[in-house]
């Protein structure tokens, strides 16, 4: 079972929505999806709630996050998903450090704005912390979300700003477009409308995010969770 956590407690960087985003596209890759909402606004679950208006290998959870552990472990016998995605909130460090532990990769979404790379530095810290103290080196990286098409003398800055405190950062990009606006409402993008252009795009961008993914976890250094993903 290939797990990926989703971390900021930064509101408005799109966690949500690109974690759900991210889940469908795994679903129409063909891959059994199980979706855990940590987040206290339960963003994901909410929007996924409809068993009707969702494939049936798109699963969700919103357990208590003290006892996250035994729930991955239920998931893995209950569901027998290929991914496991868990929407968790940096602010609770508890199942914020359960998550990255027993995630084979941890995704950091920021917006291109100070605050939001200050909050992605401080769970990136956290990471490296908690992977220090087992003499493990962690795999994790920091998507850019909501980028703009024209690219300003502001998010220019913050690009410099994620080089210089050596964050790694996905090559792919969440631009800010409508489709991930509508997730709530239509799905995410991969099962909502593709001939609409907003819907193709982000289609594409999530392929390539896939992609990338899939590739840092054939590395040979790709860290494995501690239980070896629950195999």
């Keep these: ?14 966690k949500s929505t690109t974690c759900v985003s991210l ?9 059994r999806v199980h979706l855990i909402d940590l987040d206290s606004n339960l963003t994901a679950s909410r929007w996924l709630k409809d068993e009707t208006a969702r494939p049936p290998t798109l699963t969700v959870s919103a357990p208590d996050p003290q006892i996250l552990t035994e729930h991955l472990q239920e998931t893995a016998r209950h569901y027998a998903p290929d991914v ?14 359960i998550a990255i532990a027993r995630a084979n990769l941890t995704i ?15 769970i990136a810290g956290h990471i490296q912390t908690m992977y220090a103290a087992f003499d493990r080196v962690p795999l994790y990286r920091v998507l850019a ?13 913050a690009f410099r700003e994620i080089a ?9 990009v969440i631009p800010h477009r409508v489709a991930y606006e ?42 494995l969770t501690a239980d070896e993903s629950a195999a």
Excluded: N, W
């Design 182 to 223: 509508e997730v709530g409402l239509l799905g995410p993008p991969h099962l909502a409308d593709a001939r609409r252009p907003s819907t193709a795009k982000a289609i594409t961008d999530l392929e390539r995010l896939r992609s990338e993914i899939d590739t840092l976890l054939a590395a040979p250094e790709a860290t």
């Design 84 to 97: 496991t995605l868990i929407d968790v909130a940096g602010s609770y460090e508890r199942a914020l450090t």
């Design 23 to 31: 889940a469908g596209c795994y679903v129409k890759a063909g891959a």
């Design 108 to 122: 950091i979404p920021c917006a291109t704005t100070e605050a939001d790379i200050f909050e992605a530095a401080r």
């Design 145 to 157: 979300t909501r980028v703009a098409a024209l690219v300003t003398h502001a998010q220019a800055h």
């Design 1 to 14: 079972m290939l797990v990926i956590s989703f971390a900021s407690s930064k509101g408005g960087v799109g």
């Design 164 to 172: 210089r405190l050596k964050l790694p950062l996905f090559e792919t």
